[in-house]
Nanobody
Framework: VQLQASGGGLVQAGGSLRLSCAAS??????MGWFRQAPGKERDFAAA????????YYADSVKGRFTISRDNAKNTVYLEMKSLKPEDTAVYYC?????????????????WGQGTQVTVSS
């Protein structure tokens, strides 16, 4: 079982980035993105159901980030727009074996290695 995140980088405030997370090894139902800024806990950013019909966002990213998935490619995406310096963090993709949505990192069973996103002011 492996989750491989990619797409991070350095961007100016107001810019955009698209993160990808390729999953392998099994079928994942709910998938999500979390982020961890230096010296802070890992926080929920977004999650998506198996069908993609239900999405969930932290208030801090709502309206700027969009999570989506392509089940044929077993890949989940996080489109990030209007980026702010406070979005700077390591972004981790995660997956649950359960159908039930969750925004609690303790309820995600698998984790990718993380990709750094840095937003300069």
């Amino acid at each position: 079982v492996q989750l491989q995140a990619s797409g991070g980088g350095l961007v100016q405030a107001g810019g955009s980035l698209r993160l990808s997370c390729a999953a392998s090894g099994r079928t994942f139902y709910v998938m999500g993105w979390f982020r961890q800024a230096p010296g802070k806990e890992r926080d929920f950013a977004a999650a998506i159901s198996w069908s993609g019909s239900s999405t969930y966002y932290a208030d801090s990213v709502k309206g700027r980030f969009t999570i989506s998935r392509d089940n044929a490619k077993n890949t989940v995406y996080l489109e990030m727009k209007s980026l702010k310096p406070e979005d700077t963090a390591v972004y981790y993709c995660a997956a649950r074996r359960s159908w039930r949505p969750s925004m609690d990192k303790a309820e995600f069973h698998y984790w990718g290695q993380g990709t750094q996103v840095t937003v300069s002011s």
